[in-house]
């Protein structure tokens, strides 16, 4: 967002802030990979800048569209499912004004709002000119660095509603609780939930009529997909309008059409998708308990049949996730936890019994451990997929070390943001630290040459064995 500064300051040139990009903003990306933004959903960029985003998201079959005093200025303002307020307003120097861009973006969100800052640490203030309660550039722009509590006040504040950390710096506040709630699940999931499995179970034509085959190949793939996805069929409702008009244009009803897919579907994957289902819910559930999430009493209507699906009643799923949090306040049994996954490859106990692992291995962990990490991620959201993680049970504490270059035999940690549960604040430092057990915290082969090199490492350096971050 752009405009020139006000009268009784130094002038602030904003529309400078603006970057030329050639990929998706960190906000924007996160909202597509979690499935937020997508084709079907209509998003309002306030503040848009030079329209990269905009030209992305439209590429890909979004409806997109924005507006920018200073590039845009004549763009219509309208209102859309997602509005985005993407690195605004920490480039206004006058605090109403940030405060009336809030509220008037909020005012245009149908569905959910996101907002995103700079955050303190985030990069050295060296040289900066103090200016207000932020800092003048040498560029002539201005730049407020936010708290990641304080940002959270502020969205809370300006919204009403209680928002989700989806990264150190950015917000997003739904306007319903359904949605929360989905969205909440869905995170929790990781990448656990995919299409993969169904897309390598080709239907049989012993099963099947080759016609019928032919005839509803679509519907046939969206409801085992939502099988696969969910442990369970679908009702009528939770598939898209466009494969019950091609069932009707082809004269077969949804309940043929679901039972054609039950021969279709492959039966260890279905099985093995409601026993995820089951423990995705589960840990979903503790979390909403530990973090008070006030959406929680309000799950979707899909959330409902899932929980009786596969648990009976709520009173059972409410007693089994329960569980979740008892582990959680016993450290003996969250660390016996870490213990089975390094057993397992996933990830490398430290010299203090810490377990490290991959950020794209999280979600491969056992409930309790993903409980214990998602607790991390309900303050600060997600550090994008070049992250390790540090699970500490004793000190009550996850810290998350963002890579350089992953690729690198050694990587290097840029900066860390730590997340104190017992005190619930967050740190964030730029220290630098190097990877030296990249082979056990990425799950890489007893045979692969990373391990020989680490060897080599550790034996000229003089670092013990369980060494898993060196300070640089």
Not at 220 to 249: K, N
Not at 342 to 363: H, N, P, Q, S
């Amino acid at each position: 967002m752009t405009s020139h500064g006000i009268a009784d300051g130094p002038a602030v040139a904003r529309h400078r802030t603006a970057m030329v990009r050639y990929h998706l903003s960190q906000p924007m990306s996160l909202l597509v990979r979690t499935g937020v933004i997508r084709p079907g959903v209509s998003v309002f960029d306030y503040g848009c800048g030079q329209g990269d985003d905009l030209r992305g998201l439209t590429a890909a079959g979004v409806e997109a569209s924005g507006w920018d005093p200073h590039f845009a200025p004549d763009a219509a303002i309208t209102q859309a499912d997602i509005v985005n307020l993407g690195f605004v307003l920490n480039v206004i120097e006058d605090e109403r004004e940030r405060s009336t861009a809030l509220e008037r973006a909020w005012a245009l969100a149908n569905r959910a709002l996101v907002v995103s800052v700079m955050i303190v640490g985030a990069v050295p203030v060296d040289g900066l000119k103090p200016f207000r309660d932020g800092y003048l550039t040498s560029r002539g722009t201005f730049q407020k660095y936010y708290q990641q509590n304080e940002l959270r006040g502020i969205v809370a504040h300006a919204t009403g509603s209680e928002p989700v950390a989806l990264a150190p710096g950015i917000f997003v506040a739904f306007r319903k609780p359904e949605d929360e709630q989905e969205f909440l699940l869905e995170r929790r999931r990781g990448r656990r939930a995919s299409t993969a499995a169904y897309a390598s179970a080709r239907p049989r034509a012993s099963q099947l009529t080759v016609p019928l085959i032919e005839r509803i190949q679509a519907p046939l793939e969206a409801i085992t997909a939502f099988a696969i996805d969910r442990g369970r069929m679908p009702h009528a409702d939770e598939l898209p309008s466009g494969v019950h008009d091609r069932l009707a244009q082809e004269r077969v009803s949804l309940s043929r059409a679901t039972d054609a897919a039950k021969d279709v579907i492959d039966e260890v994957a279905f099985r093995s998708a409601a026993v995820g289902r089951r423990e995705d819910l589960l840990v979903h559930q503790a979390l909403n308990v530990l973090n008070r999430t006030r959406s929680a009493s309000r799950p979707s209507a899909s959330i409902v049949r899932d929980i009786r699906h596969h648990f009976g009643s709520q009173q059972q799923f409410a007693e089994q996730a329960l569980e979740y949090l008892h582990a959680l306040a016993d450290p003996s049994r969250t660390a016996e936890g870490m213990v089975r996954s390094a057993e397992k490859g996933l990830g490398a106990l430290d010299e203090d019994g810490r377990l490290v692992i991959d950020g794209e291995r999280v979600e491969q962990l056992e409930g309790v451990l993903r409980c214990y990490y998602g607790c991390a991620a309900f303050f600060v959201g997600e550090l994008g997929q070049d992250h390790v993680a540090r699970l500490d049970p004793v000190r009550r504490q996850v810290s998350l070390f963002r890579l350089e270059d992953r690729r690198s035999p050694f990587p290097v940690v840029t900066d860390t943001v730590m997340v104190d549960l017992k005190r619930q604040n967050v740190i964030i430092r730029n220290e630098r630290r190097m990877l030296v057990r990249k082979a056990d915290v990425f799950g890489l082969s007893n045979r692969s040459r990373q391990r020989g090199a680490e060897r080599d490492r550790r034996a000229a350096e003089g670092w013990a064995k369980e060494k898993v971050l060196v300070r640089l």
